[in-house]
């Protein structure tokens, strides 16, 4: 990769990270034509995976889709870099499965190098950002960088990650990092407060790394791989399994080990004082949430064909390195494991995301827009999202063109970023496929029908692309109007019904007047699956909204209130809404549980009437 040694002194964009965020955001912005510079630390670490070694899941998988549709990296390095690729919760319905691939996460930074790399009107600096340069009306100039070098520019995209005044904790050790190798980024944190932004603190973690060859996975559950016939990007693709991964289990030796050492743990001892992850909580904090349990799982992931180490998902922590190794060593298969790195979380500064627009851009600066997990998200999908809108944006705005917000009923991207503009964020926010009020016309498969008509007309996707898109949105369609004018609906009604989805794909495919690719397959499927529900749906959401203003009366109860999660019991004991509209702004509310409020509040007032 080319690392510009004399910089020039003005950019059209400037991109302050190169992590998932910024890859996508400096991709974005330079694809559009506007001279970008990405601003990293260390140019060897763009693309760089931190933490798990997997890209999706559900929820996660639809933002993923999403930007390919959009035109974004993360997609084409993801069919570049996977080991083994999995269709998680397939016993559900196709709009809220979700595609999980394993990936390499060496050859997956290589891979986003060299992408941005070919990528004409970007240029990438290696340096260290201390302040960013506002004009007296409050609108981004340009960056001030830790060498003293001022660099001008229209729009700057702040993609810090963990890095703002982050502060890594093992046992008793505590110590300045972005992460366990790099510095913290203090002075920038600063300039931003000076500049009004409201910040708060986040923790997440990481667990140990094993070596590969002091793990016994003969003693493992393996976990296997279904075939797929298509990944991330338009074309199809025969997905094949590189490498396995497997599955282990904690056990009361290993919980007993780590609840008697608990109050070494900087969550315990109170030395963290940002808000963890609810959904990927460290093991100590699992053990103590959710004490019932006699074990956990542990997936055994690869982080690499050529790596000698292993991710053990699962058993995040922040625990004595002493404790590490032997809560480590109890569990089955790691009775010889040693440690390559040991385990830590991390605290960082994050921005409350309600300053923002849709766009991404900071409501009191413009031109300065935030993307990523600085925007109080967590995941590699969540923060690529966000940066490819972000790019979108700022290159937008230079070019004095009207911008581009996603709105909830076009994308899952779209929804989380109202979520945050709309709600902000009182713990780092993750992606389901329960957020979304549109989920059945939300799917993975129809995601390039959606979308890649805005992002050709953005300059994003080739010609060639959406033509080949527009064709296959055609046979899909003319699949449909050939299905119905023959009736098939109600047989293949009656088959799925009987649980048989295969011999409804295999009749379509008879049947079908067009060959189809497997993704459209899937496509014809789930609308000839689902139209007797959208309009359900569609009413639900309706209902909802008709609703907003009816009171919640001030004696409700919520503990016990069957079908609410204990997470927003807390939440609405702690904030007490007044009316569904403010309950319907409490983070994790989904249309299905604002459906299950109306009722129970309804239910609560016609039972004091009588």
Do not use: W
Request: hydrophobic share 40%; proline share 5%.
């Amino acid at each position: 990769m080319h690392v510009l040694e004399k910089t020039p002194l003005f950019f059209d964009t400037i991109v302050i990270g190169g992590g998932h965020a910024g890859v996508e955001a400096a991709a974005a912005a330079a694809r559009m034509g506007v001279s970008t510079a990405l601003i990293t630390l260390r140019a060897d670490r763009i693309g760089f995976m931190p933490c798990n070694p997997s890209i999706g899941g559900i929820g996660k998988g639809h933002i993923v889709f999403e930007i390919s549709a959009l035109g974004g990296l993360m997609p084409k390095l993801c069919t570049q870099s996977y080991l083994q690729a999995k269709m998680l919760n397939t016993s559900k319905g196709p709009a809220v499965q979700g595609l999980r691939l394993q990936i390499d996460k060496h050859l997956y930074a290589q891979c986003a190098q060299k992408a941005l790399a070919s990528i004409p009107h970007l240029s990438i600096i290696e340096a260290m950002v201390d302040e960013l340069l506002c004009s007296e009306q409050k609108r981004i100039e340009g960056v001030r960088l830790a060498d003293g070098r001022i660099l001008h520019c229209s729009t700057v995209i702040v993609t810090g990650g963990t890095f703002l005044n982050g502060i890594v904790h093992i046992g008793e050790e505590s110590y300045p990092a972005g992460r366990s190798d790099e510095p913290s980024i203090i002075n920038l944190a600063a300039s931003m407060k000076q500049l009004g932004i409201r910040m708060g603190r986040m923790k997440t973690g990481t667990p140990a790394r094993l070596l590969r060859s002091s793990v016994d996975v003969s003693c493992m559950e393996r976990d296997i791989a279904e075939p797929l016939d298509y990944l991330y990007e338009f074309h199809p693709h025969h997905a094949v399994t590189k490498e396995e991964c497997f599955i282990t289990h904690t056990n009361a030796e290993t919980h007993r080990i780590i609840l008697e050492s608990a109050q070494r743990s900087p969550i315990f001892s109170k030395r963290i004082t940002g808000t963890p992850t609810r959904y990927c909580p460290a093991i100590e904090d699992k053990l103590v949430r959710f004490s019932h349990k006699d074990a956990h799982h542990v997936f055994v992931e690869p982080e690499g064909l050529d790596s000698e180490e292993l991710y053990p998902n699962g058993i995040s922590n922040s625990l004595p390195k002493d404790i590490q190794e032997r809560f480590i060593q109890s569990i089955k298969g790691f009775e010889k494991a040693v440690i390559t790195r040991y385990a830590y979380g991390i605290e960082y500064d994050f921005v409350h995301p309600e300053q923002l627009s849709h766009t991404l851009e900071l409501k009191t600066c413009p031109g300065l827009f935030f993307a990523g997990q600085i925007n109080g998200t967590t995941g590699y999908e969540e923060a690529a999202g966000q940066g490819l809108i972000a790019g979108i944006n700022a290159a937008l705005a230079v070019k004095k063109e009207p911008p581009y917000s996603m709105s909830r009923n076009e994308g899952y991207i779209g929804i989380m970023i109202d979520d945050l503009v709309s709600m902000g964020v009182d713990e780092p926010y993750r992606m389901f496929t329960s957020r979304a009020e549109r989920r059945l016309i939300l799917r993975q498969d129809n995601v390039f029908a959606r979308l890649s008509g805005k992002a050709f007309a953005l300059g994003l996707i080739s010609n060639e692309l959406f033509t080949e898109i527009d064709a296959e949105i055609n046979k899909v369609q003319a699949t449909l109007d050939f299905m119905q004018a023959q009736d098939k609906y109600k047989t293949f009604a009656q088959l799925i019904s009987n649980n048989y989805p295969e011999r409804v794909k295999q009749e379509i495919k008879r049947l079908s007047p067009h060959a189809l690719s497997p993704r459209a397959l899937e496509t014809v499927y789930a609308e000839i699956l689902y139209a007797p529900y959208k309009k359900r749906e569609l009413k639900e959401v309706e209902k909802n909204e008709a609703y907003r203003a009816l009171s919640i009366p001030s004696d409700l109860v919520y503990q016990g209130m069957p079908g609410l999660s204990h997470e927003l019991k807390e939440k609405l004991i702690r904030l007490a809404p007044k009316t569904i509209a403010q309950a319907a702004l409490i983070q994790g509310m989904t249309p299905a549980t604002i459906s299950l409020l109306i009722f129970r509040v309804r239910e609560h007032t016609a039972q004091k009437r009588s």
